[in-house]
């Protein structure tokens, strides 16, 4: 079985680490991944997005025109691709920043005020956690362990922001399963 995550914002939303994350997630449970990221021609606040590909075989191509689920963090990001998910796919929509719908009923939207979220956490920087979070609880594309293990292991370095995150991941669970 094959997932691909389409993730997509703007510079500075943490598009690439949620990417990243969840990519180590699937290679901790013996996954074969590939992770590729795009950036606009603007850094910070340009476009952002990234593709990850899972897969219990050898991936064929890493280029993927039409993902299994989105998550979308700004509302041009929820334009763009949202017409490109395949049905039964998840689209993940940051209803913080974007008020309309993706306007597809083949799909599981789940709508997440994400950085209201992560402002009652008293960071708005964990707004990218409580996003993964959520959208890993809703697709289940890895277990929420493995989640928990790669956030920890990507922020080793700056233990201080650990509870933190900690906290985010168990934030989006609940936003998620409440929808």
Same mark, same amino acid.
């Given at each position: 079985m094959q997932s691909e995550i389409q993730f997509a914002g703007f510079g500075g939303q943490?598009?690439?680490?949620?990417?990243?994350?969840l990519a180590q997630a699937a290679m =901790?449970?013996?996954?074969?991944?590939?992770?590729?990221?795009s950036y606009g021609p603007e850094m910070r606040g340009g476009t952002a997005y990234c593709t990850v590909v899972i897969s219990d075989r050898l991936i064929g191509s890493p280029i993927i025109r039409n993902p299994q689920h989105l998550v979308a963090m700004n509302r041009p990001s929820l334009e763009k691709f949202a017409p490109a998910v395949k049905p039964r796919g998840v689209i993940f929509v =940051?209803?913080?920043? @974007?008020? @309309?719908?993706?306007?597809?009923?083949?799909v599981d939207e789940i709508r997440v005020p994400i950085i209201d979220i992560a402002k009652n956490l008293g960071n708005v920087k964990a707004a990218n956690i409580v996003a993964l979070s959520a959208f890993v609880a809703r697709s289940e594309v890895v277990d929420s362990d493995s989640l928990e293990a790669a956030v920890r292991a990507k922020f080793a370095?700056?233990?201080?922001?650990?509870?933190? =995150?900690?906290?985010?991941?168990?934030?989006?669970?609940k936003a998620a399963l409440a929808r």
């Amino acid at each position: 079985m094959q997932s691909e995550i389409q993730f997509a914002g703007f510079g500075g939303q943490g598009i690439m680490l949620m990417g990243q994350i969840l990519a180590q997630a699937a290679m =901790n449970e013996g996954s074969e991944v590939v992770w590729i990221p795009s950036y606009g021609p603007e850094m910070r606040g340009g476009t952002a997005y990234c593709t990850v590909v899972i897969s219990d075989r050898l991936i064929g191509s890493p280029i993927i025109r039409n993902p299994q689920h989105l998550v979308a963090m700004n509302r041009p990001s929820l334009e763009k691709f949202a017409p490109a998910v395949k049905p039964r796919g998840v689209i993940f929509v =940051n209803s913080s920043l @974007i008020s @309309i719908h993706s306007g597809r009923d083949d799909v599981d939207e789940i709508r997440v005020p994400i950085i209201d979220i992560a402002k009652n956490l008293g960071n708005v920087k964990a707004a990218n956690i409580v996003a993964l979070s959520a959208f890993v609880a809703r697709s289940e594309v890895v277990d929420s362990d493995s989640l928990e293990a790669a956030v920890r292991a990507k922020f080793a370095q700056k233990e201080k922001l650990i509870p933190l =995150n900690m906290k985010a991941l168990e934030e989006g669970r609940k936003a998620a399963l409440a929808r």
